[in-house]
């Protein structure tokens, strides 16, 4: 089972930039895929999730209006559209995809996790 992200990059405040995950090796039925990011010396923060059959999403309150999370069936891709980028959203953004439905904002429920894209934002 893989994960690859990708779409990070350099851009300035108020900006947008659109994550991608492709999953391969499996089917991701029933899963929830999520996104996390995290910055030197603090845990991965939970960003949002989403289920892959129906579709419900949940988001952290710091990104809820400016983030929004989906996915292609076809495709086996979720994707996390950043709008209204600032500052404090530079970290490195990693996908990942849970078997259980328990606990989805915690990184420790996820079994599988891509590699991670940087996102910088600047003033």
């Known amino acids: 089972v893989q994960l690859q992200a990708c779409g990070g990059g350099l851009v300035q405040a108020g900006g947008s930039l659109r994550l991608s995950c492709a999953a391969s090796g499996r089917t991701f039925s029933g899963y929830i895929m999520g996104w996390f990011r995290q910055v030197p010396g603090k845990e991965r923060e939970f960003v949002a999730y989403i289920h892959w059959n129906g579709g419900s999403t949940y988001y952290a309150e710091s990104v809820k209006g400016r983030f929004t999370i989906s996915r292609d069936n076809a495709k086996n891709t979720v994707y996390l559209q950043m709008n209204s980028l600032k500052p404090e959203d530079t970290a490195v953004y990693y996908c990942?995809?849970?078997?259980?439905?328990?606990?989805?904002?915690?990184?420790?429920?996820?079994?599988?996790w891509g590699q991670g894209t940087l996102v910088t934002v600047f003033s």
């Open positions: 990942a995809a849970a078997v259980a439905q328990y606990f989805p904002t915690s990184a420790l429920n996820y079994n599988y």
